[in-house]
């Protein structure tokens, strides 16, 4: 029986070693890693988890190895449990082990300096400080469930409101204020950073930098209620040039219906509950207390980056966005056939 | 002390068996426990309360893990529809509500209040009216979550009720307020349970049982003890704020008039952080009499561990704030917080290594409760080292409120508190019913938990590197975390059968287990002592101590206590540093007040849901139950005195040695 | 069983004062909850004055010339009187050490009288805070301090109360002569714990 439970802990054991192993290979993909990292403060925080991922594994694997070693002496004797109990240890053993647990104690406690002095380290690289040196800001509230996204800029004409998709160029710093009208939310892309915490009442400040191009993957990491688990964003990195001509196109109002079906898609959108919530910059419709759509039809998700951005999802989530997102504060919308289809060309005019 | 010594005589007396026999007799019916329904809500036993806790927090435990098996259910795959949001909030609140406040304080204080008489050489509690209060204000606050859940009108701003989510205006109706009432009856609960076991272990200890002989898992109860009374009025306050806000419209968390939420963090967390050791210190005491009690030898570095534990509950209220790393907060306070998270793996590793030590060059006896201590050891050491990631700032800035924390959280909580826990059942149930669970499928209840645990729990790490948010009902199939997951949610079933196996041996166990006898284990401590379970009174003449290890130092040497009454409830009560015998103090017998004061407080607070009113009629009928408790109870110290005189004190009889003083 | 070492108990006293009772103890580390209560209710006070320029805020846009600080006038005349009431308690806690019963009760209806006194001008100090509860964060806070001290005044009051009946209508005995001294250390922990919420409520918005 002994035997079995000392085969059984050994092999179990490596099993969980195994499993460690797996961890290193195989997290290293996706677009919402933490530890692959695409910006310099992800890239930090990355080294700081390895470095303190192999300590661990080491300080583990020899606690262990210790254990089962102490298992394994202690099991030379009987199992009976009528033997004379021994309270009076020889000292010379006694005095062995006292120094090596010392000796652990004295390790344990350099492993947690050196943990922390390089936890310091990357904490202050990355401080707020650096994002000043660039003129990009962005402002960014939480809603319950989704994200509005407002980039300043000086000259108010070019200040403009989007949401859930965030476009920056690669390469700099971007800094971003973060802000809640409702609930706690947090604001979390892995592969550029950490997560930072938008709460009601107070002003954040976080900033971020892309060094390569493409799509970072971000979600509320703050338990915000309902649907807490499809509050996504994305944050398309780009090149200067790409960021610029997108920024340029932003700033515009709408576009002008041009068809018959997006002209009374247009008036369906304006004569139904859509303009009490949402605003198409260039129209009547101004309420902010959906996502802005003016140029709705240049992002590729809809919902906070729950569905692709296509015709038939749009026609799903505004007929009954209910059974998408159970909870969210969009209602249901009865439109006939026509008005619908006029309704989803004018917005897919909405580049 | 000096006082009262010229009281005290030593002396070598000859015992007959008639005598013994009848001081047995009136002992029992001294002590005897009142029967029936009016029994059952009068009586104050610490042996029946315990068993109570213990009863009621293991149905709450698997109402829990029922919770936990639905969640897993949910998470298999990508956009399930087994359970709605609105459920899944549901079930994580109550879930994590369950286990941290129904399931895991309760036990642990619960094996304290059984335990700590026995190991201490005492009768009983020192306040047992008030311990039969708290196990009754426990069940009433179970009684409402549960109500209010299979009514679907359950809590469902997580078990942290973080505010605005939790505050008037976002969650509107009853549930949170239902979440608010029910923090107060259990930390009204463990704030009773920390009085009685300080006030026994200060008071109520054999003579002989200084400071340096307390056994480790009575210290690891008192610092427990000790860190309640400090942490929990932290949450109730924060309830209290929460309830007032929701209830009478004060603003203490609502940043237009001035309030502030991240106070309520700071709150929540000053008592959370202490929860996490308050759970988990009692299991190191379970561990070190397990250890001790399976190495066959004295503990190494027995006042290393004592200061590690003191050093523990100490470093436990500097950490609250790593929980709000997140949060905007100044950059120089998050260093001191990530310093003293990352210290508190020092006394850990004390403790670790100590256990260790003496495990090397013990001589094995290998039971199924020593397998669930090993079983904690890898496991703990695992989730404290995972532990000192998350006080570091950027690293816990990625992996703060991801699926790394639900990994990491149950790596010390099941680790750290439940394998101990399940090893103490396996090593204490003998002593609680007489008969022994069976070694086999203790190992194979050990083996199912132990691999179903790290099914679950060990892909939760990779889950949350791979960004995957706590709290979420569902996910996109895109984020490809589909697969982690349902090895996970396989891993939950074999993690439940292991619980199952527990189940059915504990039924087959009180059936037709084996006898156990007093010290199935030869342990050393004192509950061993008696018969298995133990009589009402636990000891019929109260022992003294003359070790750190009183029974496997030849007890049988050290003098007995007599002289203390057989007709009246008496116990000795001793000096706090030094255990000398100081007063026969008299323990309250069945009683029906605390039950009647418990419903009081439900009017109070259940009532105070709906009206505030409530409150007055709870304090007013409050008041009546204390004046009947303080008029009520027959003043039985003068009349027994009366009726029996000296003849009801155990008696010294002969041949007097030599009087003086001990 | 044959011939045993005893140690012979039977000469020891039920109750003493102080150290030597569980009741001490369990009344002292009560205490200490209430201590750990009060001291957070506090550090939320002045965690909540951070939040606002003018503390307690103004009373209003058209009134801000009005001085928006609580009248101090009752909550000073409370302090007096709880004062003063430590002199009847003491003397409650000496006769009841010394078994002095008749003196015993004198003090003890002094003290209920100082109790429902205190409960009394308390009424009126909630008006002399001029912001309710629902007002704003301070008005909160405030309310929550004096609320919670209230209510130790009604239990230490209630506690009073059934001692006095006790002490007139059945014996003086050793018990409750130990549960006399209990209460002595509860009053004397509720007059401290209002000495320091005083200073707090009506001084600490004076200065900075």
């Given at each position: 029986?002994?035997?079995?439970?000392?085969?059984?802990?050994?092999?179990?054991?490596?099993?969980?070693?195994?499993?460690?192993?797996?961890?290193?290979?195989?997290?290293?993909?996706?677009?919402?890693?933490?530890?692959?990292?695409?910006?310099?403060?992800?890239?930090?925080?990355?080294?700081?988890?390895?470095?303190?991922?192999?300590?661990?594994?080491?300080?583990?694997?020899?606690?262990?190895?210790?254990?089962?070693?102490?298992?394994?002496?202690?099991?030379?004797?009987?199992?009976?449990?009528?033997?004379?109990?021994?309270?009076?240890?020889?000292?010379?053993?006694?005095?062995?082990?006292?120094?090596?647990?010392?000796?652990?104690?004295?390790?344990?406690?350099?492993?947690?300096?050196?943990?922390?002095?390089?936890?310091?380290?990357?904490?202050?690289?990355?401080?707020?400080?650096?994002?000043?040196?660039?003129?990009?800001?962005?402002?960014?509230?939480?809603?319950?469930?989704?994200?509005?996204?407002?980039?300043?800029?000086?000259?108010?004409?070019?200040?403009?409101?989007?949401?859930?998709?965030?476009?920056?160029?690669?390469?700099?710093?971007?800094?971003?204020?973060?802000?809640?009208?409702?609930?706690?939310?947090?604001?979390?892309?892995?592969?550029?950073?950490?997560?930072?915490?938008?709460?009601?009442?107070?002003?954040?400040?976080?900033?971020?930098?892309?060094?390569?191009?493409?799509?970072?993957?971000?979600?509320?990491?703050?338990?915000?209620?309902?649907?807490?688990?499809?509050?996504?964003?994305?944050?398309?990195?780009?090149?200067?040039?790409?960021?610029?001509?997108?920024?340029?196109?932003?700033?515009?109002?709408?576009?002008?219906?041009?068809?018959?079906?997006?002209?009374?898609?247009?008036?369906?959108?304006?004569?139904?509950?859509?303009?009490?919530?949402?605003?198409?910059?260039?129209?009547?419709?101004?309420?902010?207390?959906?996502?802005?759509?003016?140029?709705?039809?240049?992002?590729?998700?809809?919902?906070?980056?729950?569905?692709?951005?296509?015709?038939?999802?749009?026609?799903?989530?505004?007929?009954?966005?209910?059974?998408?997102?159970?909870?969210?504060?969009?209602?249901?919308?009865?439109?006939?056939?026509?008005?619908?289809?006029?309704?989803?060309?004018?917005?897919?005019?909405?580049? | 002390?000096?006082?009262?010594?010229?009281?005290?005589?030593?002396?070598?007396?000859?015992?007959?068996?008639?005598?013994?026999?009848?001081?047995?007799?009136?002992?029992?019916?001294?002590?005897?426990?009142?029967?029936?329904?009016?029994?059952?809500?009068?009586?104050?036993?610490?042996?029946?309360?315990?068993?109570?806790?213990?009863?009621?927090?293991?149905?709450?435990?698997?109402?829990?893990?029922?919770?936990?098996?639905?969640?897993?259910?949910?998470?298999?795959?990508?956009?399930?529809?087994?359970?709605?949001?609105?459920?899944?909030?549901?079930?994580?609140?109550?879930?994590?509500?369950?286990?941290?406040?129904?399931?895991?304080?309760?036990?642990?204080?619960?094996?304290?209040?059984?335990?700590?008489?026995?190991?201490?050489?005492?009768?009983?509690?020192?306040?047992?009216?008030?311990?039969?209060?708290?196990?009754?204000?426990?069940?009433?606050?179970?009684?409402?979550?549960?109500?209010?859940?299979?009514?679907n009108i359950g809590p469902d701003a997580g078990w942290f009720a973080y505010v605005p989510l939790a505050g008037p205006a976002y969650s509107p109706g009853k549930r949170v307020d239902i979440w608010a009432q029910m923090i107060t009856f259990t930390e009204i609960s463990a704030l009773c349970g920390a009085i009685v076991v300080i006030g026994t272990v200060f008071k109520m200890r054999a003579p002989g049982m200084s400071l340096h002989r307390i056994p480790l898992f009575v210290w690891a109860q008192l610092v427990t003890s000790f860190m309640i009374i400090f942490a929990m009025p932290a949450v109730m306050l924060a309830s209290s704020f929460l309830a007032s806000d929701r209830l009478i419209d004060t603003h203490f968390f609502n940043p237009a008039e001035g309030g502030d939420a991240i106070l309520y963090q700071h709150m929540f967390w000053f008592f959370g952080h202490p929860e996490v050791y308050i759970i988990f210190i009692p299991a190191l005491g379970f561990v070190s009499s397990i250890v001790i009690t399976f190495s066959r030898r004295k503990i190494f570095g027995y006042t290393a561990m004592v200061l590690a534990l003191i050093a523990t509950g100490f470093l436990g209220f500097g950490l609250w704030v790593h929980h709000m790393f997140a949060t905007p907060l100044p950059q120089m306070g998050q260093g001191f917080f990530t310093a003293a998270s990352m210290m508190i793996a020092i006394p850990s590793g004390v403790q670790i290594f100590c256990w260790i030590a003496t495990l090397?060059?013990?001589?094995?006896?290998?039971?199924?409760?020593?397998?669930?201590?090993?079983?904690?050891?890898?496991?703990?050491?695992?989730?404290?080292?995972?532990?000192?990631?998350?006080?570091?700032?950027?690293?816990?800035?990625?992996?703060?409120?991801?699926?790394?924390?639900?990994?990491?959280?149950?790596?010390?909580?099941?680790?750290?508190?439940?394998?101990?826990?399940?090893?103490?059942?396996?090593?204490?149930?003998?002593?609680?019913?007489?008969?022994?669970?069976?070694?086999?499928?203790?190992?194979?209840?050990?083996?199912?938990?132990?691999?179903?645990?790290?099914?679950?729990?060990?892909?939760?790490?990779?889950?949350?590197?791979?960004?995957?948010?706590?709290?979420?009902?569902?996910?996109?199939?895109?984020?490809?975390?589909?697969?982690?997951?349902?090895?996970?949610?396989?891993?939950?079933?074999?993690?439940?059968?292991?619980?199952?196996?527990?189940?059915?041996?504990?039924?087959?166990?009180?059936?037709?287990?084996?006898?156990?006898?007093?010290?199935?284990?030869?342990?050393?401590?004192?509950?061993?002592?008696?018969?298995?379970?133990?009589?009402?009174?636990?000891?019929?003449?109260?022992?003294?101590?003359?070790?750190?290890?009183?029974?496997?130092?030849?007890?049988?040497?050290?003098?007995?206590?007599?002289?203390?009454?057989?007709?009246?409830?008496?116990?000795?009560?001793?000096?706090?540093?030094?255990?000398?015998?100081?007063?026969?103090?008299?323990?309250?017998?069945?009683?029906?007040?605390?039950?009647?004061?418990?419903?009081?407080?439900?009017?109070?607070?259940?009532?105070?849901?709906?009206?505030?009113?409530?409150?007055?009629?709870?304090?007013?009928?409050?008041?009546?139950?204390?004046?009947?408790?303080?008029?009520?109870?027959?003043?039985?110290?003068?009349?027994?005195?009366?009726?029996?005189?000296?003849?009801?004190?155990?008696?010294?009889?002969?041949?007097?040695?030599?009087?003086?003083?001990? | 069983?044959?011939?045993?070492?005893?140690?012979?108990?039977?000469?020891?006293?039920?109750?003493?004062?102080?150290?030597?009772?569980?009741?001490?103890?369990?009344?002292?580390?009560?205490?200490?909850?209430?201590?750990?209560?009060?001291?957070?209710?506090?550090?939320?006070?002045?965690?909540?004055?951070?939040?606002?320029?003018?503390?307690?805020?103004?009373?209003?846009?058209?009134?801000?010339?009005?001085?928006?600080?609580?009248?101090?006038?009752?909550?000073?005349?409370?302090?007096?009187?709880?004062?003063?009431?430590?002199?009847?308690?003491?003397?409650?806690?000496?006769?009841?050490?010394?078994?002095?019963?008749?003196?015993?009760?004198?003090?003890?209806?002094?003290?209920?009288?100082?109790?429902?006194?205190?409960?009394?001008?308390?009424?009126?100090?909630?008006?002399?805070?001029?912001?309710?509860?629902?007002?704003?964060?301070?008005?909160?806070?405030?309310?929550?301090?004096?609320?919670?001290?209230?209510?130790?005044?009604?239990?230490?009051?209630?506690?009073?109360?059934?001692?006095?009946?006790?002490?007139?209508?059945?014996?003086?005995?050793?018990?409750?002569?130990?549960?006399?001294?209990?209460?002595?250390?509860?009053?004397?922990?509720?007059?401290?714990?209002?000495?320091?919420?005083?200073?707090?409520?009506?001084?600490?918005?004076?200065?900075?």
């Amino acid at each position: 029986m002994m035997n079995l439970s000392q085969i059984g802990i050994r092999s179990f054991l490596s099993g969980l070693l195994l499993l460690l192993a797996s961890l290193c290979v195989s997290s290293c993909a996706g677009i919402q890693t933490s530890i692959n990292p695409a910006g310099p403060q992800a890239d930090q925080i990355s080294r700081l988890w390895w470095l303190m991922f192999s300590v661990c594994t080491g300080v583990f694997v020899l606690v262990m190895i210790f254990t089962l070693l102490a298992i394994k002496r202690g099991h030379g004797y009987s199992q009976e449990p009528t033997r004379a109990p021994d309270l009076d240890p020889a000292l010379s053993a006694e005095q062995r082990k006292r120094n090596v647990v010392i000796g652990a104690i004295i390790v344990t406690t350099l492993i947690l300096f050196v943990f922390l002095i390089a936890s310091f380290k990357v904490g202050r690289s990355m401080t707020s400080e650096l994002a000043n040196k660039n003129g990009l800001t962005i402002e960014i509230t939480g809603h319950q469930w989704w994200w509005e996204v407002r980039y300043m800029d000086p000259s108010a004409s070019n200040v403009f409101t989007t949401a859930n998709e965030i476009h920056i160029p690669t390469g700099v710093p971007v800094t971003f204020s973060l802000r809640a009208n409702d609930v706690i939310h947090s604001f979390w892309v892995p592969n550029l950073s950490g997560k930072k915490d938008l709460i009601p009442g107070k002003i954040a400040t976080i900033w971020l930098q892309a060094d390569r191009p493409g799509v970072y993957r971000g979600q509320c990491a703050e338990y915000c209620g309902l649907q807490h688990a499809h509050m996504a964003l994305w944050i398309v990195a780009e090149p200067q040039e790409q960021f610029d001509s997108w920024r340029q196109n932003q700033t515009r109002t709408a576009i002008q219906a041009v068809t018959s079906s997006e002209q009374r898609g247009q008036q369906v959108f304006l004569s139904s509950t859509c303009v009490m919530c949402h605003a198409v910059n260039g129209t009547p419709a101004g309420s902010n207390f959906g996502p802005n759509l003016t140029h709705i039809a240049s992002r590729s998700m809809i919902a906070a980056a729950t569905l692709p951005n296509t015709r038939d999802h749009l026609v799903q989530w505004v007929t009954d966005s209910q059974a998408i997102k159970p909870g969210n504060k969009m209602p249901q919308n009865n439109l006939s056939a026509e008005d619908l289809n006029a309704l989803l060309d004018y917005l897919g005019s909405l580049k | 002390m000096k006082q009262q010594s010229k009281h005290i005589k030593q002396a070598t007396v000859e015992l007959s068996t008639a005598q013994l026999a009848r001081e047995k007799a009136e002992l029992e019916r001294t002590w005897a426990r009142p029967r029936g329904v009016i029994g059952w809500l009068t009586d104050t036993d610490h042996k029946g309360i315990a068993l109570r806790y213990v009863v009621t927090a293991f149905v709450f435990f698997l109402f829990g893990g029922l919770e936990a098996a639905l969640m897993r259910i949910q998470l298999a795959r990508a956009e399930n529809h087994f359970l709605s949001p609105d459920l899944y909030n549901q079930v994580f609140t109550v879930h994590g509500t369950t286990m941290m406040f129904l399931f895991a304080v309760p036990i642990m204080t619960a094996l304290g209040i059984y335990l700590v008489p026995l190991m201490v050489g005492s009768r009983d509690v020192a306040f047992p009216r008030l311990n039969a209060y708290g196990y009754f204000v426990y069940l009433t606050g179970g009684i409402l979550l549960y109500t209010s859940f299979f009514l679907n009108i359950g809590p469902d701003a997580g078990w942290f009720a973080y505010v605005p989510l939790a505050g008037p205006a976002y969650s509107p109706g009853k549930r949170v307020d239902i979440w608010a009432q029910m923090i107060t009856f259990t930390e009204i609960s463990a704030l009773c349970g920390a009085i009685v076991v300080i006030g026994t272990v200060f008071k109520m200890r054999a003579p002989g049982m200084s400071l340096h002989r307390i056994p480790l898992f009575v210290w690891a109860q008192l610092v427990t003890s000790f860190m309640i009374i400090f942490a929990m009025p932290a949450v109730m306050l924060a309830s209290s704020f929460l309830a007032s806000d929701r209830l009478i419209d004060t603003h203490f968390f609502n940043p237009a008039e001035g309030g502030d939420a991240i106070l309520y963090q700071h709150m929540f967390w000053f008592f959370g952080h202490p929860e996490v050791y308050i759970i988990f210190i009692p299991a190191l005491g379970f561990v070190s009499s397990i250890v001790i009690t399976f190495s066959r030898r004295k503990i190494f570095g027995y006042t290393a561990m004592v200061l590690a534990l003191i050093a523990t509950g100490f470093l436990g209220f500097g950490l609250w704030v790593h929980h709000m790393f997140a949060t905007p907060l100044p950059q120089m306070g998050q260093g001191f917080f990530t310093a003293a998270s990352m210290m508190i793996a020092i006394p850990s590793g004390v403790q670790i290594f100590c256990w260790i030590a003496t495990l090397w060059g013990g001589k094995l006896s290998f039971k199924t409760p020593l397998l669930f201590v090993l079983g904690f050891v890898a496991i703990f050491v695992l989730g404290g080292l995972t532990g000192v990631m998350l006080a570091s700032v950027p690293l816990d800035l990625q992996i703060h409120d991801t699926f790394f924390v639900v990994a990491h959280l149950h790596y010390v909580l099941i680790g750290g508190a439940v394998f101990p826990l399940f090893g103490a059942f396996y090593f204490w149930f003998p002593k609680w019913t007489g008969r022994m669970l069976s070694e086999r499928a203790g190992r194979w209840n050990f083996w199912l938990m132990f691999i179903g645990f790290n099914l679950v729990f060990f892909p939760m790490h990779q889950l949350g590197l791979k960004g995957m948010p706590r709290r979420v009902y569902t996910y996109l199939p895109e984020t490809g975390w589909g697969s982690l997951n349902l090895l996970a949610s396989i891993g939950a079933f074999i993690l439940a059968s292991g619980v199952v196996v527990f189940i059915c041996n504990v039924i087959w166990a009180r059936r037709v287990g084996e006898v156990a006898g007093d010290n199935p284990w030869s342990a050393d401590t004192l509950e061993w002592s008696v018969a298995s379970p133990p009589p009402n009174y636990n000891f019929h003449d109260l022992p003294t101590v003359n070790s750190r290890y009183p029974l496997w130092s030849r007890l049988e040497n050290s003098p007995i206590v007599r002289g203390l009454s057989t007709v009246k409830r008496e116990t000795l009560v001793t000096s706090v540093l030094d255990a000398q015998p100081e007063l026969r103090f008299e323990i309250p017998g069945p009683s029906i007040w605390p039950v009647l004061l418990s419903i009081a407080t439900a009017i109070a607070f259940i009532g105070g849901i709906f009206t505030p009113w409530a409150f007055l009629v709870g304090a007013l009928a409050a008041f009546g139950v204390f004046a009947g408790w303080f008029f009520g109870d027959p003043n039985h110290e003068n009349k027994t005195a009366r009726n029996t005189g000296e003849r009801s004190k155990t008696p010294l009889t002969n041949k007097e040695l030599q009087p003086g003083e001990v | 069983m044959s011939a045993r070492l005893v140690i012979d108990v039977s000469e020891l006293p039920h109750h003493e004062f102080d150290t030597y009772d569980p009741v001490w103890w369990g009344n002292n580390f009560l205490l200490a909850i209430e201590s750990s209560m009060f001291a957070i209710l506090i550090a939320t006070y002045f965690y909540l004055r951070q939040n606002f320029a003018q503390w307690p805020p103004p009373l209003g846009q058209l009134t801000s010339s009005l001085n928006p600080l609580p009248d101090p006038g009752y909550g000073t005349a409370n302090t007096i009187l709880l004062l003063l009431s430590f002199i009847p308690m003491i003397l409650v806690d000496v006769s009841a050490r010394r078994g002095y019963r008749a003196a015993a009760q004198r003090g003890l209806l002094v003290c209920l009288l100082c109790g429902l006194g205190a409960i009394t001008l308390r009424a009126f100090e909630f008006s002399a805070v001029k912001f309710y509860w629902d007002s704003n964060a301070y008005g909160s806070i405030v309310w929550f301090m004096l609320g919670m001290h209230l209510l130790h005044l009604i239990t230490l009051s209630c506690e009073t109360l059934l001692l006095t009946v006790w002490s007139f209508a059945r014996e003086f005995d050793m018990k409750h002569r130990v549960d006399m001294v209990a209460l002595a250390v509860y009053w004397y922990w509720v007059v401290g714990m209002w000495i320091v919420l005083y200073a707090i409520i009506y001084f600490t918005p004076r200065v900075g």
